[in-house]
């Protein structure tokens, strides 16, 4: 009795087990098909953090920890966390209106080559720039993991550097024919909405329904429709994690011309974790951007509308003719030009003032 029942346990199991290899290996594959962009060298790739002193409060960076507001689900309530430095958060319980209704769009686009895969990712070009963390982005890329992968590194860190992520999770959009994944590009904002998708690992949680927004001012929506169960209980996988929220880093090159290998190290400089308990039904969480050195484009000192807000330690890059604190994505730019900075009190708003 032992061995048939040994054997069914094995039949069980195994296909399984074969799928997550085999997801895991088609992870590979994909990334190795875009490898000879870099002719025949290797590419290492690493995570690090970088801490800013000018955080206020680095333990508590990009955490809604405001937990007084929205005890009672039945009442319309929001959290709000101001000190981020790069964005305002807010979580809105019954976020109804921030939801779009974009398949009643003539316009909206569906991926079939998302809609059918798992673990896959595809670039869409936008129709306007888009200011990510004030860096201004011609194209995101989609995933079917519930999240956009904002850079255009060919990495498989991508779950951990540079994402924006209503619900990143391991989804798996070929277990049904009802899943879909959905884009809608009005010239002003670009929606992607994951439509009843399931877990890849547990296929009876049921299917996920839900959106992010990006605004051509910056702002950022993520809208919930269907969560079937809480975010918390879905597991993290060491390939796939699963994360609400939004990060980027900078990265910096070393070239090892011996071993022609390429090292890149990606430095996180900003991650906002939403609070995973409020992602639920009809809520929304909305990202406001701050205004940041990296926005100010115009290198001569004026106040533009007469507004203006201090920036401390900000520095002005005479080759590149940017304004730069030092920590976001003209790092390297700088880095490898070997450019001359003059250190700036202020940036004025949209402006850049060296002093």
């Known amino acids: 009795m032992k061995c048939p029942a040994l054997l069914l346990l094995l039949g069980v199991?195994?296909?399984?087990?074969?799928?997550?290899?085999?997801?895991?290996?088609?992870?590979?594959?994909?990334?190795?098909d875009r490898s000879p962009l870099l002719g025949a060298e290797r590419t290492l790739d690493h995570v690090r953090h970088h801490r800013s002193r000018r955080n206020l409060d680095p333990g508590l960076e990009g955490k809604i920890t405001n937990e007084t507001d929205c005890?009672?689900?039945?009442?319309?309530?929001?959290?709000?966390?101001?000190?981020?430095?790069?964005?305002v958060s807010k979580i809105v319980h019954n976020g109804k209106e921030y939801w779009r209704d974009i398949q009643g769009n003539p316009k909206v686009v569906e991926?079939?080559?998302?809609?059918?895969?798992?673990?896959?990712?595809?670039?869409?070009?936008?129709?306007f720039q888009f200011p990510y963390y004030g860096h201004l982005l011609s194209k995101v890329m989609l995933t079917t993991g519930?999240?956009?992968?904002?850079?255009?590194?060919?990495?498989?860190?991508?779950?951990?550097?540079?994402?924006?992520?209503?619900?990143?999770?391991?989804?798996?959009?070929?277990l049904s024919r009802d899943s879909k994944v959905f884009s809608l590009d009005d010239g002003e904002k670009l929606t992607v909405e994951w439509y009843k998708v399931l877990l890849?690992?547990?296929?009876?949680?049921?299917?996920?329904?839900?959106?992010c927004t990006l605004h051509k001012?910056?702002?950022?929506?993520?809208?919930?429709?269907?969560?079937?169960?809480?975010?918390?209980?879905?597991?993290s996988l060491t390939y796939h994690p699963v994360k609400v929220g939004i990060s980027d880093a900078f990265v910096i090159r070393y070239k090892d011309n011996q071993r022609n290998i390429l090292y890149r190290y990606f430095y996180i400089y900003s991650t906002i974790n939403i609070t995973m308990a409020r992602v639920?039904?009809?809520?929304?969480?909305?990202?406001?951007?701050?205004?940041?050195?990296?926005?100010?484009?115009?290198?001569?000192?004026y106040a533009w509308n007469g507004?203006?807000?201090?920036?401390?330690?900000?520095?002005?890059?005479?080759?590149?003719?940017?304004?730069?604190d030092g920590v976001d994505r003209h790092r390297e730019e700088g880095r490898m030009q070997n450019v001359v900075t003059m250190p700036s009190k202020r940036c004025l708003k949209r402006v850049c003032v060296t002093e």
């Open 13 to 32: 199991l195994l296909p399984s087990f074969y799928l997550e290899c085999k997801a895991f290996k088609y992870h590979e594959a994909r990334h190795n």
């Open 71 to 87: 005890k009672n689900a039945s009442v319309y309530c929001t959290e709000v966390q101001a000190n981020h430095r790069y964005y």
């Open 111 to 127: 991926h079939p080559f998302l809609s059918d895969s798992y673990l896959l990712r595809q670039n869409l070009d936008l129709s």
């Open 146 to 174: 519930g999240f956009l992968y904002m850079d255009v590194h060919d990495t498989k860190l991508m779950t951990e550097v540079q994402y924006l992520a209503p619900l990143m999770a391991y989804f798996n959009p070929h």
């Open 200 to 211: 890849h690992i547990n296929t009876t949680f049921g299917p996920f329904t839900f959106q």
């Open 217 to 235: 001012n910056g702002s950022i929506w993520f809208a919930y429709k269907e969560i079937p169960v809480p975010v918390v209980t879905i597991s």
């Open 280 to 301: 639920v039904n009809n809520a929304a969480v909305i990202f406001k951007p701050q205004l940041s050195c990296v926005d100010a484009h115009i290198m001569y000192s």
């Open 307 to 324: 507004l203006q807000k201090q920036i401390s330690l900000a520095n002005f890059v005479l080759n590149t003719q940017r304004c730069s």
